[in-house]
């Protein structure tokens, strides 16, 4: 629960206990309009910890804490329904101990005492997974927690190839902030950033914001090292190689399930002298996803792209994003060419020198230009630029006020992006029809392909009269939004990993043959299973868990 910066993190909420992210009078009442008053609130005053106690473990290396608050962060993620638990006091399980180890040896000693005691390992980051992946599971035998946080910083930087080696528990502020001495970026921005670490961008194939101009974090891994129960294994850092399979990727995407990364050799470039956001608004989703793919085919050396459907549109315009002159004068002139209730956010970003950073806007704004997109300038892009980290904390400001609101990912070739937002949104707005429940889906754009394009939708709904109810409408949400992914031939996950929640639709895309192979793979690297058990590889749905 420390944190390099010595702020403190929420329990029972996402990020920092001095930062807040509060919704606006506007979004308020559009939430009233689409999802329905609010239902009971769900603060996090008071926040019960569970009194069980930790069971008996033998001498491990490294720092162990069994301390009731330690135990309970670490017992559940980032996801919607583990700050549900936390706070209505229903976690079904904690680790018997918190373990921080200082370097791989402590963790090969770590893993010689589990095995000898039949304890199963949780590895942790920076605890922000959304999909169950660093929960703790119920089990007959001793758990501990595995945080990586006194691993991290800077190990070694080579100035010539811009090679990083740095600790698997390096947060992205310690990354930028080193790397910036240097006068070099990774560039790697998801969401998390402030929370996220190294190692568990690797371990979940995270994708940043900015993924377009710099690469996912698989194009930035050169090299690792990982340390599995069966051994310590180096994939050095090469430019390219034939030399067989790519095994780096076997162990990206593996969410600790094939072992502990402990060393991470990153792919850096020197540091851009601006990067500059522009807005424009689309008149109509058709017309903006007809843009994007354009930008696309054409070149451009941009950083972000970034489209939003109507509804997110109204609901960016509600949260600030359009409170620029030029935000208004935009929708004045779509509103005088007849469209109102069609118009979408576009975000186009560029990262270089001035020269080379105007001459990308510029180029993309004659393309949009062509496909009717009107400009809002630099205001909007701005906007999003400072509070983009701070979007995640109005979820439990929502929480605080009787609304629910989660996220799912996807990606699909270009051919399909539009049926499969049409199959998802209508999936998550019918889910909850049994109960006369309404659920408001917003989905955009934010890490377009040559071929293809992520789906990121966002929905709301009402807080059900007890925190248990309100896990169960989400799950009947989940559910349907997932087979509607199935359906629609889309990934299961573009950026948010597999973790327990998404693994038992894993197989419609890896195929039984492919689980079958990183079953064969996790038994060599784990023959005890001592590493996340649940995770990846177990189909069994815990969506209620």
Known sequence: MRTPSNRRRRLGGWGFEDENFEPSPQLIQWLN???????????????PI??????????????????????????????????IRVRSGTVPALPDAVVRPSNADEVIGIFAVCRDAGIQIVPWGGGTSVTGGVNTPSSDQPVISVDLERMSGLIDFD???????????????????????????????????????????????????????????????????????????????????AAGPDLRHLVMGSEGRLGIITEATLRTRQKPEQTVVHAYLAPDLETGLDGIKALMWSGLPLSMLRLSDPPETEVAMAIGLGTSRFASLAQAYLRLRGIRDQACLILVGAAGSKIEVAEALEGARSILRSHRAVSLGRGPGRHWQRDRFRHPYLREALMDRGWATDTLETAVPWSRAAHCRTEVRRALETALGIEGERTAVLCHVSHPYIDGTSLYFTFFFRNASDPEATIERWARLKRAASEALVRSSATISHHHGVGIWHAPWLKYEAGTLGLDVLGDAARRLDPDGLLNPHVLLDPTDRLME
Do not use: K
């Open 50 to 83: 569970p009194g069980t106690r930790p069971r008996p473990l033998p001498s491990l290396p490294g720092e162990v804490c069994s301390e009731d608050r330690d135990r309970l962060f670490h017992a559940r993620g980032q996801g919607l329904i583990d700050i």
């Open 33 to 47: 309009t689409h999802v329905g008053p609010p239902g009971p609130a769900l603060g996090d005053t008071n926040l």
């Open 159 to 241: 100035p010539i190839s811009g090679l990083a080696v740095f600790g698997p528990g390096t947060t992205g502020p310690q990354v930028e902030s080193t790397l910036a001495e240097h006068g070099f970026t990774l560039g790697h921005y998801p969401q998390s950033w402030e929370l996220a670490t190294v190692g568990g961008w690797a371990a979940t194939r995270s994708s940043g914001q900015e993924s377009l101009g710099y690469g996912r974090i698989e194009d930035m891994v050169a090299g690792m090292e990982v340390v599995a129960p069966a051994g310590r294994w180096r994939l050095p850092a090469l430019p390219g190689s």
